[in-house]
């Protein structure tokens, strides 16, 4: 019997909402699996917590979540949370987890599915690639460090170390190994893109070298570069183009919102932050508190990203029923695009957030397992 220790962060906002589709998917997935069993313990966590309280994320939780197998959360933050000086208190639990625990790699797979609009419906080849993020260094490393000289100048220092840089680069580099036979939708070929600023500012040149480095190692997989501004432009115009993208912190941040737009929006949108040793799992959005209470959000992000987190723990435990469930996951979402089963308004229906849930795990139902 294989047990996986999950530790469930709802959150704020919209984030129980969805997180509760993507629980019930995964109970759909231990029931299709003889012997396998998620032990989810849900943790509260977050904005809400943080009024409440004082502390949005207790000393306990933290330890719970570098204890499990692995974390899947929702959203935390609400715009009224803030520290005395101005802070979103977000950063607490986000932060907190990605910088200590070492979740260098923020993976955010960026994929147009049939029946999803997009004003880049028409791409020939369609759109899927996959941002990579150095999550735990660059110009957001600053965050509490900056420093503002009576209120006439304010600094930030971006952080870039060859020991990060290579990690992530690393990173993006397997990803594209993971994806051969598949690779950009243009021509199938395998290519890892770094995005930076090199021609402006000496810390992006430093990533860039240090990309190169690591690049030599992956003879298979094809160098491409792109200045950030430049690339915002192509992946409007060509996101076919790209196959695995790794950028800075900040940049990635902002080439990711970028992305979601195009393949459906941030309801569309799921996301990995992954280390060497843990992995937290959540959708890109935020907790959009103009939806929250009205079930009415988009749960398929949520849901991706507990594909992603399955697929994540079966390469990591060896366990291809995991590597097979997180499979089926995206198939089951898929097949609810395609034939329309159910879509919330965000991606042009009217379903409400448990609609989209039953759909998928009625799909789910009706895949076979082998
Ligand atoms: P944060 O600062 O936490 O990233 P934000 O306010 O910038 O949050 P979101 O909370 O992600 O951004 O939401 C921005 C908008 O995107 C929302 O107002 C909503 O219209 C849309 N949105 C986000 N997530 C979803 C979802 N799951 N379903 C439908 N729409 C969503």
């Known amino acids: 019997m294989a047990v996986y220790k999950i530790a469930l962060l709802p959150g704020d906002g919209i984030g129980p909402e969805v997180t509760g589709e993507a629980v019930r998917v995964l109970g759909e997935i231990e029931r299709r699996y003889a012997d396998l069993t998620f032990a989810l313990e849900s943790f509260d966590a977050g904005a809400e917590r943080f009024m409440r309280t004082g502390v949005a994320m207790p000393e306990e939780t933290f330890r719970h979540c570098r204890q499990a197998d692995a974390m899947l959360m929702g959203a935390v933050g609400l715009p009224e949370a803030r520290h005395p000086d101005g802070r979103e208190v977000n950063g607490d639990v986000i932060f907190r987890l990605r910088f200590d625990l070492d979740l260098y790699a923020g993976v955010r797979p960026v994929k147009l599915y049939k ?25 957001y490393a600053s965050r509490t460090g900056g420093c503002n ?32 036979g598949k690779g950009r939708p243009l021509d199938g070929k395998s290519m890892v893109t770094c995005v930076d600023k090199a021609n402006v500012l000496s810390s992006y040149a430093f990533f860039r070298s240090v990309y190169d480095e690591v690049a030599s190692m992956y003879p298979r997989v094809d160098r491409d570069y792109a200045y950030v501004d430049a690339m915002t432009l192509y992946q409007v115009m060509q996101p076919h183009h790209y196959d695995v993208v790794v950028a800075e912190n900040m940049f990635a941040d902002i080439i990711s919102d970028l992305a979601s737009a195009t393949v459906g929006g941030l309801g569309m949108a799921p996301s990995g932050d992954i280390g060497d040793r843990h992995g937290l799992f959540q959708p890109s959005h935020g907790t959009a508190p103009s939806l929250a209470g009205r079930g009415v959000a988009n749960p398929l992000a949520t849901i991706l990203s507990a594909g992603m987190m399955l697929d994540w723990l ?57």
């Open 115 to 139: 029946g999803v609009p997009s004003p880049l419906r028409d791409v020939s080849g369609g759109i899927d690639y996959v941002i990579v993020r150095e999550n735990v260094e660059g110009l």
């Open 149 to 180: 000289v009576r209120g006439e100048v304010a600094t930030d220092t971006i952080i870039m170390t060859r020991t990060g840089i290579q990690k992530v680069s690393h990173f993006a580099f397997r990803l594209a190994q993971k994806r051969f």
């Open 314 to 370: 079966g390469e990591r435990h060896g366990d291809e029923r995991l590597t097979d469930a997180a499979v089926r996951i995206e198939q089951a979402v898929m097949k609810v695009l395609e034939e329309g089963v159910a879509a919330t308004s965000d991606i042009g229906g009217a379903s409400r957030t448990s609609d989209v849930g039953d759909a998928v795990v009625r799909c789910l139902q009706e895949l076979t397992v082998r």
